[in-house]
């Protein structure tokens, strides 16, 4: 074993890897290999595309550079992140406002908390889950003491993602009967300075205990070194997980993996239909040798210079007179044809595959709709759907609040003071016209329909923004419905006299 794989496996290494996690690559590899499309499908060789047997490198080589890989699992983990991000997470009313002033650049790299959280929803869609490390910067000692960091510095706490990989050694014990996080180690993979212009690959652990921390470095010979240490101010480590395919709380199996096995599956039948197309495309010059005519050109010496039954190779061209014996035939053979179709509806079956379980009803590239589902099976596969990615979304939520939460420690608000926020579960617009508006407009006015649950539905219909909160608007109507009847009653009475006397 290599100094790095004992490492991995060294109890006593920060670099080790748990065996749960360990358990989780194979998979993790798949589904990232998916992701990223192509050049990693290309990449991984005889992986996922299998040599056939008998087949030589060359044409190995040669098959493997010309079969396309459809990305339908990336483009269906963007559908189904588009679909919570239709609408932004809603900070709620009961998020203090240095943490609505954080969310503006959440990360200190001009990153918003929306952006943000987008991001580490699709990774968490993709890998199956991913995490929010919130952390605070070292202690800057500065030359006025009475001046806190962060009126000098800037100082405060920021938000980092850290995706499946990187989590490789999460330890969980039982601290007065509840399962909690003790220690967890964090690989973070990245590039170094090397001369004056040059860089260098890093690779650095990060041991996260409550209330302190630990940073290792790898020297040249990949060996771990301790090279930075301190402490924090709360009692729990500051990493919240966005979980969306949950095995346990620190495990998971990546929610599409059963698409990305399918679409995997639709590569090598295209690439089997491209091999049959490419045969039927190019008809095969035969010739019948005639009388006599077996080993002409085949004999010198008295020798056979080629094997028996075949000529020297020729080139033909339109210009080439090709001399055929008595009862010989030159002719051109073709492909029948016969199995294109059953490649291209085995091709559209696995579409269909895909389609299903990407949680997306996809239809055909016409635009008609193919089989014989039927509207209830329609409505049931609908409510699976939703369920699935409303659990995803729920999750993502909890995610949120608890970064939420550790920021708000972190600034010493107390604890549970992060609040709440508000994300999107409504994966249906509601299709709203000119008239449809007028006639809820009309509802409402007759006392027959709330303004909140119009709002509601222009909500659901995309005609409102995030940033619309239907309670903070019934407290503005209020107060200007209340600031009209003030000044109604200031107003004197045209028909009453000025001076107070009788008419």
């Not at 589904?31 to 991984?44: L, M, P, S």
């Not at 929306?114 to 889950?129: N, Y």
């Not at 939520?397 to 600034?411: I, N, R, S, V």
């Not at 109604?488 to 006299?497: E, K, L, Y």
Request: aromatic residues 6%; negative net charge.
């Amino acid at each position: 074993m290599t100094t790095k794989e004992l490492e991995i496996v060294d109890c006593d290494s920060p670099a080790y890897c748990s065996s749960a996690y360990r358990d989780q690559l194979p998979l993790l590899k798949l589904v990232q290999d998916c992701y990223e499309g192509q050049q990693a499908i290309t990449r991984a060789g005889a992986t996922y595309l299998p040599k056939f047997e008998g087949e030589s490198l060359l044409g190995f080589d040669e098959r493997l550079k010309g079969s396309t890989f459809w990305n339908a699992y990336r483009r269906t983990v963007v559908g189904l992140v588009g679909m919570v991000f239709r609408r932004n997470p809603v900070l709620q009313p009961n998020v203090p406002d240095q943490l609505r002033q954080a969310s503006e650049n959440i990360d200190l790299m001009g990153t918003h908390l929306d952006v943000f959280a987008k991001d580490v929803f699709t990774w968490s869609v993709a890998e199956g889950h991913s995490a929010i490390l919130v952390d605070m910067p070292k202690k800057v000692e500065g030359s006025y003491p009475q001046v806190t960091n962060r009126e000098t510095f800037g100082r405060r706490p920021y938000w980092s993602l850290i995706r499946k990989a990187q989590i490789i050694n999460p330890i969980v014990e039982q601290v007065n009967g509840i399962a909690t996080l003790t220690q967890v180690t964090i690989c973070e993979a990245g590039t170094g300075r090397k001369g004056k212009y040059g860089e260098e690959a890093t690779v650095c652990y990060r041991v996260l205990k409550p209330g302190s921390w630990e940073l290792y470095e790898c020297d040249a010979s990949g060996k771990p070194v301790l090279k930075d240490r301190g402490e924090t101010s709360l009692t729990r480590i500051p990493l919240a997980m966005i979980n969306t395919g949950k095995e346990s709380r620190w495990t998971s199996r990546p929610a599409l993996v059963d698409l990305a096995y399918e679409n995997l599956r639709l590569y090598r039948l295209q690439s089997a239909l491209d091999c049959i197309l490419q045969v039927a495309n190019v008809p095969v010059l035969v010739e019948i040798a005639g009388d006599g005519d077996g080993l002409d050109g085949q004999m010198q010496a008295g020798a056979l210079k080629e094997k028996p039954g075949r000529k020297p190779r020729r080139v033909i061209t339109h210009k080439t007179i090709y001399n055929v014996g008595h009862n010989g035939d030159l002719k051109y053979v073709e492909h029948s044809g016969k199995a294109i179709d059953k490649a291209q509806a085995e091709i559209g079956t696995s579409k269909r595959n895909i389609a299903t379980l990407g949680l997306t009803v996809i239809r055909n590239a016409g635009g008609g709709p193919q089989g014989d589902t039927t509207a209830t099976g329609e409505v049931f596969e609908r409510e699976i759907e939703t369920s699935e990615l409303s659990g995803m979304a729920r999750a993502l939520k909890d995610g949120l609040e608890q970064a939420l939460g550790f920021h708000a420690e972190f600034e010493e608000l107390g604890q549970d003071k992060g609040g709440s926020v508000k994300v999107n579960q409504d994966f249906t617009r509601i299709n709203l016209d000119g008239a449809m508006i007028t006639g809820l407009a009309s509802v409402v006015e007759r006392g027959g329909l709330s303004l909140e649950t119009m709002w509601s539905i222009f909500e659901q219909g995309g005609l409102l923004g995030s940033e619309h909160s239907a309670t903070e608007e019934l407290k503005k109507i209020l107060a200007e419905a209340k600031l009209l009847e003030v000044i109604r009653a200031s107003r004197p009475d045209p028909g009453g006299d000025p001076a107070g006397g009788a008419a």
